[in-house]
């Protein structure tokens, strides 16, 4: 399947006169780039604090093909600013991945699996075999309980013991932990959400309005949101008509990838329908999103199911109030309602808690404030690299002599 694709962006890792690491983490996609996932676009901005002088990094792509080029010509690394990225060429999927690990695996002392790249195992028990030590991400719906879920009732006996194979798992939030705590050992799972840097602005709220063409006194909404139901942008659509009864000059920005084109299709259509070619602004991928958050008022979500929420955080770190729908577990762990941000469950409380950001700057100010304060205090990205370089420390440790 061919997700929407992005550019490459800016990357740094090791200095180039950087001396070999003790240790290499290998971490496996099965999409990354120029394919779009949002746990890919993390990753970038996650490595840089990642990289030290025992830790090197490498990625593996098992589905992506590098450029968007066909198979044959993929299989080579491509290097961006000295971190590795490896495409499996004219065998992807698992039959390629198996090929790969023969040849490459003994070099990595962790395999970080941030999907479930492989139904059968095979390449798991390669891993082992070559001597990796394995840790596997929950991010979504792809958790060790939906993972054994997802194969048929007689296999699922033999799917917990293959689960076996894996040394650590890592769930982004408390419900995504809670969830699959009855699956593993305590001692094997852990919670280590998300992170975000320091917003630094780049220019100020008019120079980016105007370079948007975005009137300077308008009441602007941000969502960074993919252009899927999940995502759900179609609901802030359906709310706009009563905001701008209360609020004329609201203006709501949408930003993100189509990676469901009929779903967009009825977002435009619907956007039409209402009359609210004036107040909605559609783009494409941001790669950086910072001026967005830059020049909003109130950034909003409204998906329906998260692993996290980044995006949220990130406006947060602006400074930005944020205005979203309660996904119990996941962005009540760093949002507190009516203090830094606002959770919301229907149309009636998300239109009347805009209408009254609108209304009280003090209040928008008061929030995005403490916002700013929580992200950084409990969710900087430096925190949570240390967290994982622990974690790959510990895992990664040749075991005790006897």
């Known amino acids: 399947m061919r997700l929407a694709s992005f550019a490459p962006g800016r990357w740094t890792a090791a200095p180039l006169d950087a001396p070999a690491p003790a240790m290499t983490v290998l971490h496996v996609y099965a999409y990354f780039r120029p394919d779009y996932t949002g746990d890919g676009i993390y990753f970038e901005r996650l490595i840089h604090h990642l990289w030290s002088g025992a830790i090197g990094h490498e990625v593996l792509a098992t589905l992506t093909r590098a450029d968007g080029g066909p198979a044959g010509e993929t299989g080579v690394p491509v290097t961006l600013a000295d971190l590795p990225v490896h495409y499996l060429g004219d065998t992807p999927g698992r039959a390629g991945l198996l090929r790969w690990l023969l040849r490459h695996g003994r070099r990595h002392r962790v395999v970080h699996l941030h999907a479930h790249v492989d139904r059968t195992f095979l390449s798991y028990l390669l891993m082992r075999l070559l001597g990796c030590r394995i840790v596997l991400s929950s991010t979504l719906d792809d958790g060790p309980i939906d993972i054994v879920s997802s194969y048929r009732w007689y296999k ?57 063409g975005i009137a300077e006194d308008a009441f602007v ?50 956007v039409r329908d209402l009359g609210l070619e004036r107040h909605v602004l559609l783009r494409g991928f941001e790669p950086e999103p910072c001026l967005l958050y830059e020049m909003c008022d109130v950034f909003v979500g409204a998906s329906r199911d998260e692993g996290f929420g980044n995006t949220l955080l990130e406006a947060m770190a602006a400074g930005r109030p944020v205005v979203a729908r309660h996904l119990p577990g996941v962005n009540d762990y760093f949002i507190e309602h009516a203090a830094s941000g606002f959770l919301i469950h229907g149309a009636d409380e998300y239109v009347e808690t805009i209408v009254r950001l609108a209304r009280d700057p003090e209040l928008r100010r008061r929030v995005g404030a403490m916002a700013h304060a929580r992200a950084g205090e409990r969710f900087a990205m430096a925190q949570i690299a240390a967290r994982y370089r622990e974690l790959y420390e510990r895992v990664g440790a040749p075991a005790a002599p006897g």
């Open 221 to 270: 909404l941000l969502a960074l949101t993919s252009f899927i139901p999940r995502k759900d942008p179609l609901f802030l659509v359906e709310c706009l008509p009563r905001l701008v009864a209360a609020i004329p000059g609201c203006v709501l920005v949408l930003a993100g990838p189509v990676l469901a084109p009929d779903y967009a299709d009825a977002v435009r259509a619907r």
């Open 156 to 212: 699922r006996p033999l799917v917990r013991r293959l689960l076996r194979l894996i040394d650590a798992f890592v769930a982004i939030s408390p419900k995504l932990h809670h969830e699959n705590r009855p699956v593993l050992p305590g001692a094997r799972l852990m919670l280590i959400p998300q992170g975000v840097e320091p917003h630094r602005p780049r220019l100020d709220r008019a120079a980016v309005r105007r370079l948007m």
